[in-house]
């Protein structure tokens, strides 16, 4: 699994805001967007759904909204040394 799944840059803190990664990443329009998947469980990272606005995020973690919108979430930090 995850195979095929568009490598995002991120940087990833702790327990990052959900709704404005999935923003950030392009998975969603808007916040009031994410917010609503998320209250409907429409979000899951690595097969977890996830029911509040935070929550932990390794690098290589895959978020999956909806069926059919997927990306694997990479520590920027990783990237620039």
Excluded: W
């Amino acid at each position: 699994r995850g195979e095929g799944v568009a490598p995002v840059a991120y940087h990833l803190a702790k327990n990052p805001d959900i709704s404005r990664l999935l923003v950030e990443i392009g998975l969603v329009e808007s916040r009031s967007e994410a917010n609503r998947l998320i209250k409907q469980g429409a979000v899951s990272i690595d097969g977890k759904k996830i029911s509040s606005g935070t929550a932990p995020i390794q690098s290589g973690s895959i978020i999956k909204v909806g069926k059919r919108r997927f990306a694997k979430v990479i520590n920027s930090d990783t990237l620039t040394q």
